[in-house]
DNA sequence: GATGAATGAGGGTTCATTCAT
DNA sequence: TATGAATGAACCCTCATTCAT
């Protein structure tokens, strides 16, 4: 019984310290979005927070480190949580779409994440390499898919990269539609156009 | 002959001033995308033009507004190439090609200009205000277009807002992959395919 | 042996104690040799001593006291070593040389005590009177000797405090030298020669 | 006239930037020599000189640098004024006590700068380059003074490098004690004893 | 005794902008 | 018009020390 009221201790010790790690992160998504990673001091977040700004440096060597976690943290979220929740059957066009509306969904489940995806996911306010590794990782299983669909002469054969890289605008141009339209994200009629143009672009 | 020296004199006192105010801008370009907007000093700035930094401030009011003037200008210029550069025959699909093709050129053409279009155009390092204004009116005419090949038949008829957004981030993404692969903008595969998925996305 | 046990682990636990004590002068005597006082933080010498910041505190109730506790004990260590080693005989040319040659070779078997000698005896990085205290202690034998050789008549008859000063000045110069020269540590021809600047100067 | 006075603004301006400037390194070498270099903020040099922030950064690009430049500065007078004062005559041992006195003299007359170099010429506070060649410029012409006096026979024939130390450890010693004893300054008993300890270790 | 997360004042430095010349 | 010295708030980050566990 001394040992559970230790572990227990224990426990509580790492829920705090994580706690007040997660409030870092939680506050400086915020911030980030709102005034953007230049706009928003390091102090600005402590105090969001409600933290010291010792401790911010306690959990983060940087304030890069921060848009770093973040960026990584919400990427992997989203990757996971799409692949996992969409119904696949095979059908390479069922599959495709399956995904696609996920992602849309994600977007607007996660308003907060969606507008900081939007608004780094090319922004040069944070390190290339870290945006590259992030986009690769992301689009990593798209290009498996990308090279399926040709062999099976689902998709059209044109230069991979470039189909990437179309796509990914696409992906982009989508979600940013249905984020600064929200109540649209329910329509029916949208939700399929925007899946529409995007297989049009791809299929054989 | 005096009146001809003073003349002279005011002419070159013009040029001068005008030099100066061009030195400014140019040097911004050159380091906004060399190193952002924020990691750009006004002092750094105002070292590669050659002039001092009160010198910057009697053109500018302000940093951004130099960032303002360098979007204005660079995407009036891009518009204005491409449309009169192309030659159109009013059949919709070789139009659409034409301009695209021009668009592609003038990225390649003007590396600095891509570059800092592609850094800024989604940039939260700048005003949003400034960005929509400029967005709004490089679109103005795709707008057009969009809705006079939907009247026409030659369009398929989305959300005329959704395929909007959907060429703009096909645009982005096409002029991303070329600036990445410079050896690929001649290539006239990649330069049709770029197209082809464009167009496949919107036609009728 | 209950008991045996019991008192093995009381003897390891005092010696853990002294241990990471020990560890934490180790560790803070390297580091400050190496980086200087204000150069070193608290948390290097904990990490670099293998305990916790807490730890450090437990044991010294400031970071000066470390570094006056390093001081005293180097300079006690250096005295009594250099004293009961040397070989006096009661002639006073002779002992003053066997002083100094001990003083020399101390230096060069404790490099590392050496350096921090030679860093904070006339550094302003530690409190005037931490130093003014252990200098003291280091010439108070030198007085001792200054006096007693002005009485017998084998040194020169300048002003005590002067001369004492002037002693300190050379010896520091000698082992500065040495330090900086090791190879000419077993040099008799360099050894002999840093005796015989300084006991020209002094003696009758 | 105009001319005249636009000379004369051109001069007032040059006049109030080195004051500024000058203000700065009077109140840094004050501050230095009260609480040593890390015990002195650049906030503090501002505040004493009556400046802001960053005007000191405007003049000086770093911390460092300040010390940098009053270090080289206080070094360079002290040599060209005790070299240009002392009246040498080509006797040896005249002219060496010529040396030393106004080294002496200018120790007293200059009670900051002279607290300054006893701070700071074997502290680890400032970086050892600077130090190094502060140190070497400084003794440059005792290097010459004692190799030409061995030539002739006036000094011992220790090695050179060893005696340098010696010479040097020994100036400091005698400042450092007319320092602290600045009453016994005039006293030509206390002045000829400190030249004679240091003559008596190196002449022949 | 040992731990290490938390603290927040203070550190050196930057920078857009102003203004007297 | 052109200059560049001057400004001072704000920046990111460090660190000796504390204290609940």
Known sequence: MNQAIAQSKTNKQKRNKLDKRQAVLDAALTLFVENGFHGTSTASIAKHAGVATGTLFHHFATKDAILTELFVTIKTRFASEITSKAALNGDFEHDANALW?????????????????LHFSLSS????????MAMHDILGFLVDMLKQGQQQGE????????????????????????????????DPNHRNA???LFWRAIKA
């Open 101 to 117: 509306q996920q992602a849309i969904d994600w977007a607007l489940a996660n308003p907060l994440q969606q507008a900081f995806f």
């Open 125 to 132: 306010e944070i390190p290339s390499n870290t945006r590259n």
């Open 155 to 186: 998709l059209c054969q044109y230069p991979i990269e470039l189909m990437l890289e179309n796509c990914h605008g696409q992906y982009l141009a989508a979600i940013r539609f249905f984020t600064d339209n929200p109540q649209l994200g329910i």
């Open 194 to 196: 925007s899946f529409q």
